[in-house]
């Protein structure tokens, strides 16, 4: 591990500690939150990087956040920064959910608790869009693209067909598509 | 020994589940298998998960091994739902790097993007579909509408990070629901 991995080291984990705080919405935001931080403003990975993190992230078995961590840390900062990273994004849900234990009864049925979470769950889809919008030039680069965007949200939403294997399939048609563009492209 | 079964249980979890609601039967059957909670509880704890930050999987693991085992019970079932992230993901971390390079890899990830961004805007349906409406769109909310979209200029035309947009968003809740009941 060189000096510029290690000296990443503290940023990764103060930041995944801030990105653990705000994680609603089945990981998507951490997606989002990462791309303001590291895409955009930081410039350490690029938006292809962050949607290769996220669709393996996705294709392993776990938490997709705790994998899209580990991927991300990995990259910038080795194995140490895998396990800061997923340390990090880990510890401020872990507390509040011990805290909460506590006053389950409370938060179970208050009133103000349910109205304020309405507000965070409406915010849950634009936070998706959001990190969408960026990806999107990332992963499309022709009509193929298109077609096989299509086809990934057609078999999640309308069958019961696993993420992985959905992967698979996009990674397969991907391998065809490559081959025959470069067989075309010599004759 | 508590703590060994809460992890060993937790690890069967995480490796048979892809996160999110996938994982819930899974919950559902350990729980209730080794009378750790009751199939109410389960649905609570579901609800309160969605309610905190976090992967529901470390939410429920934390909240079953806390009820359970304590402090030490939580540490031990969130290792153990995070045990795949920590093997299988960091393996396919050094993988990703070692064959960033190879033209294979390439092709297949010219593939495997488009397939994201499609599953991406699958999720973006889903969970409009439960954000903003009722049961069978029955009951739009207008509320969580206007807020959605407020959100949506804050996130994109504004560039707010998020944070700060979730903090606006859950104030504007409670503003409505206060207002509006």
Not at chain 1, 50 to 79: E, K, Q, W, Y
Not at chain 2, 33 to 38: L, N, Y
């Amino acid at each position: 591990m060189d000096q510029k991995q290690r000296s990443r080291l503290p940023d990764v984990f103060i930041n995944f500690l801030k990105f653990g705080c705000f994680t609603f919405g089945g990981g998507w935001s951490i997606v989002a939150q990462i791309q303001k931080e590291y895409v955009e403003k930081k410039r350490w990975i690029t938006d292809e990087e962050l949607l290769d993190f996220t669709s393996v992230g996705r294709s392993i078995p776990g938490l997709m956040i705790g994998n899209a961590s580990v991927l991300f840390g990995h990259h910038v900062a080795g194995i140490p920064g895998a396990l800061l990273a997923l340390l990090g994004i880990v510890l401020p849900p872990f507390a509040i959910m011990i805290a909460v234990t506590f006053i389950y009864g409370l938060v179970k049925d208050n009133a103000y608790v349910s109205y304020a979470m309405m507000g965070v769950r409406a915010a849950v889809v634009p936070i998706i869009i959001s990190a969408m919008v960026k990806l999107f030039k990332a992963g499309m680069k022709d009509v193929f693209c298109y077609l096989i965007a299509l086809g990934g949200l057609v078999l999640c939403l309308f069958t019961g067909i696993s993420n992985v294997l959905i992967v698979v399939i996009g990674a397969a048609a991907g391998l065809i598509y490559m081959e025959v563009k470069e067989r075309h492209a010599v004759s | 020994m508590l703590y060994l079964e809460l992890f060993l249980s937790f690890v069967m979890i995480g490796f048979t589940s892809f996160g999110g609601m996938s994982m819930i039967p899974l919950i559902n059957d350990e729980m209730l298998s080794h009378g750790w909670m009751t199939a109410q509880e389960v649905a609570d704890i579901v609800a309160i998960a969605e309610m905190t930050p976090g992967p529901l999987g470390l939410n429920c693991a934390t909240f079953a091994g806390m009820r359970t085992g304590g402090i030490l019970g939580a540490a031990a079932a969130s290792v153990g739902v995070l045990l795949p992230s920590l093997s299988l993901c960091l393996i396919a971390a050094i993988f990703m790097e070692r064959f960033k390079e190879s033209k294979l890899m390439g092709h297949a990830l010219y593939g495997i993007r488009p397939v994201c961004i499609g599953m991406i805007a699958a999720v973006v349906i889903q969970q409009s579909m439960v954000n903003y409406a009722g049961t069978w769109l029955l009951g739009i909310s207008w509320q969580a509408l206007i807020i959605g979209a407020a959100a949506l200029v804050l996130l994109i035309v504004l560039k707010w990070s998020v944070p700060k947009t979730i903090v606006v968003s859950a104030a504007l809740g409670l503003l409505f629901g206060v207002l509006f009941g």
